[in-house]
Each structure stands twice: as structure tokens, then as C-alpha cells.
């Protein structure tokens, strides 16, 4: 679900990506969804499974599941 956070033209969705067991998963999750354009930050947590991002405007979600796959996990959808 995403939700509009307190700073103006921000958005802010939880997805939940399957297969993240360690700190080089979240890095490497973070790292790919980082590079889509309008992404300004990520934090990936293993041990939830979540991942935050922060962007200008909402994501495509094919654009956040194709960052997903290409880091090597599978994005089960929003959080």
C-alpha cells in the first residue's frame, strides 16, 4: 500500500520480497531498486522480508519487480 509520507511530493511503499537472508541480500536488493528513476532511498530488511522505498511520484510495479529479479529474489508484491 502506498502512502503518502510527511514531505511534499514523496512517496512511500513497503514490498515484500521472498528469499533475503543476510546484509548482502538487502544490499544487493537495495542497490537495483535504487537505480530506477525517481527512487531517492531504499532499506531493505532481511529479517521482515520488507523493503521501503522513497520516491518523487508511485512506481511502476514491473519496474520494482524487475530490479527485484535482476538482484536475484522474487518480489511477492506490496507489504
Known amino acids: 500500500?502506498?502512502?503518502?509520507?510527511?514531505?511534499?511530493?514523496?512517496?512511500?511503499?513497503?514490498?515484500?520480497?521472498?528469499?533475503?537472508?543476510?546484509?548482502?541480500?538487502?544490499?544487493?536488493v537495495s542497490s537495483e531498486i535504487s537505480e530506477i528513476p525517481g527512487v531517492s532511498s531504499v532499506k531493505a530488511v532481511a529479517s521482515t522480508g520488507e523493503v521501503t522505498v522513497v520516491s518523487a511520484a508511485p512506481l511502476d510495479e514491473e519496474a520494482v519487480r524487475a530490479a527485484v529479479d535482476?538482484?536475484?529474489?522474487e518480489l511477492a508484491g506490496k507489504a
Do not use: L, R
Open 70 to 73: 535482476e538482484a536475484g529474489f
Open 1 to 28: 500500500m502506498s502512502t503518502q509520507t510527511d514531505t511534499p511530493g514523496t512517496v512511500t511503499a513497503v514490498y515484500k520480497v521472498t528469499g533475503m537472508s543476510c546484509g548482502h541480500c538487502e544490499g544487493s
